[in-house]
């Protein structure tokens, strides 16, 4: 349950002001199906996920696990330095529009997921927990609990959030994170 509970927090609270979430907030405005667009980002969440836990998994078990603690822990505190660098919304790539709300939704969150600081982090968290469910679980719901009540408010209050102060506690998390990582695995 620790695997679960520590993703979903990291995850939803590095999500706040993320390209993803910004890209909810587009597609929101874009599309009036709120239902296709956030069974799009659950569905591409999962999958990716999935996909960056397994190499999160199968990582750790070339690595002996003293040398697997400490690259742990490194990843850790370079996450936290990431979150302190915020994300612009990237230029939107109407092209996937015409395939309707759930397909562009899909594609589109899937995308911009690659390589991203939450993606990088489900990698980190499977390599730290030998977990892959509880992981995938966790950090679908932090993605969730972070992008869909963005989706659901449209673009009412979205500049509203104190971004400085959420990024900055973003980075103590994952910094604490990467000390317990060194300290009690």
């Not at 969440?45 to 199968?58: P, R």
């Amino acid at each position: 349950m620790e695997a679960l509970f520590a993703s979903t927090f990291a995850v939803a609270i590095a999500e706040i002001g993320d390209k993803t979430q910004l890209l909810a907030l587009l597609l929101a405005v874009r599309f009036r199906d709120k239902t296709a667009i956030i069974l799009g980002m659950v569905l591409s969440t999962i999958i990716n996920h999935l996909l960056a836990a397994y190499v999160g998994e199968w990582a750790s078990s070339w690595l002996s696990p003293e040398l697997a603690r400490y690259i742990i822990a490194a990843s850790f505190f370079a996450i936290a330095l990431w979150v302190l660098i915020p994300d612009k919304a990237d230029d939107e790539d109407h092209r996937f529009y015409r395939y309707g709300p759930f397909l562009a939704t899909f594609i589109l969150f899937f995308l911009a997921e690659m390589g991203d600081k939450t993606q990088v982090a489900t990698v980190v968290l499977a390599a730290k927990y030998q977990a892959l469910a509880w992981v995938v679980a966790g950090t679908t719901l932090g993605m969730m609990l972070a992008n869909v009540p963005v989706v659901i408010a449209g673009s009412m209050g979205a500049g509203k959030l104190p971004m400085k102060l959420i990024h900055r506690t973003c980075a103590v998390i994952f910094f604490v994170l990467g000390v317990a990582t060194l300290l009690w695995s």
